[in-house]
T-cell receptor, first 112, second 107 residues
Framework: DAGITQSPRHKVTETGTPVTLRCHQT?????MYWYRQDPGHGLRLIHYSYGVKDTDKGEVSDGYSVSRSKTEDFLLTLESATSSQTSVYFC???????????FGPGTRLTVT | KNEVEQSPQNLTAQEGEFITINCSYSVGISALHWLQQHPGGGIVSLFM???GKKKHGRLIATINIQEKHSSLHITASHPRDSAVYICALNRDDKIIFGKGTRLHILP
């Protein structure tokens, strides 16, 4: 267990408002990921980070930005939330060598 | 065509039954993961395997690299095994997730 927490765990927001989700890990894992999970789809990668200030886009990055100023924190920002971004968001980490991911508990975001 | 396909999509069985969930893929991989997600819950890694077979308690995972196929077996199934089981592929430092198999074990 990589000691991953996500905040908030649930959020309801209105279309057009900015939203920031936080992922915090205590295991000093180098790699961190943001995924979204929607019915009928597998988990889809939004953005990932391979170190402090080093980030890259995933397959569904439009409308999202990320920042990683410290090893332990990875922030996901929706600059102007849309209803299509209603989803469950999972953060994950990876130490480096094994390739297995440790997942956070998820954040359920509803955009009305 | 999806790179990873799971079958069945949904499975309901009686407590005690032997369960098999299949995962077929079409790309080269370095490893395959099986994950478990309980309703409303987080995601837990069950296995990561690149060849052969692994066992943990009542769970067994196998992989055939040549046939690009993996199976997850549950022996003596129990209602607490009810969850979504997800197959995921390690490919080029990324993970490709299947859509999951929803398993419901009836008492």
């Amino acid at each position: 267990d990589a000691g991953i927490t996500q905040s908030p765990r649930h959020k309801v927001t209105e279309t057009g408002t900015p939203v920031t989700l936080r992922c915090h890990q205590t295991e000093n894992h180098r790699y961190m990921y943001w995924y979204r999970q929607d019915p009928g789809h597998g988990l889809r990668l939004i953005h990932y980070s391979y170190g402090v200030k080093d980030t890259d886009k995933g397959e569904v990055s439009d409308g999202y930005s990320v920042s990683r100023s410290k090893t332990e924190d990875f922030l996901l920002t929706l600059e102007s939330a849309t209803s299509s971004q209603t989803s469950v968001y999972f953060c994950a980490t990876r130490l480096g060598i094994t390739g297995s991911r440790d997942f956070g508990p998820g954040t359920r975001l509803t955009v009305t | 065509k999806n790179e990873v396909e799971q079958s069945p999509q949904n499975l309901t069985a009686q407590e005690g039954e032997f369960i098999t969930i299949n995962c077929s893929y079409s790309v080269g991989i370095s490893a395959l993961h099986w994950l478990q997600q309980h309703p409303g819950g987080g995601i837990v890694s069950l296995f990561m395997l690149s060849s052969g077979k692994k066992k943990h308690g009542r769970l067994i995972a196998t992989i055939n690299i040549q046939e690009k196929h993996s199976s997850l077996h549950i022996t003596a199934s129990h209602p607490r095994d009810s969850a979504v089981y997800i197959c995921a592929l390690n490919r080029d430092d990324k993970i490709i997730f299947g859509k999951g198999t929803r398993l419901h074990i009836l008492p």
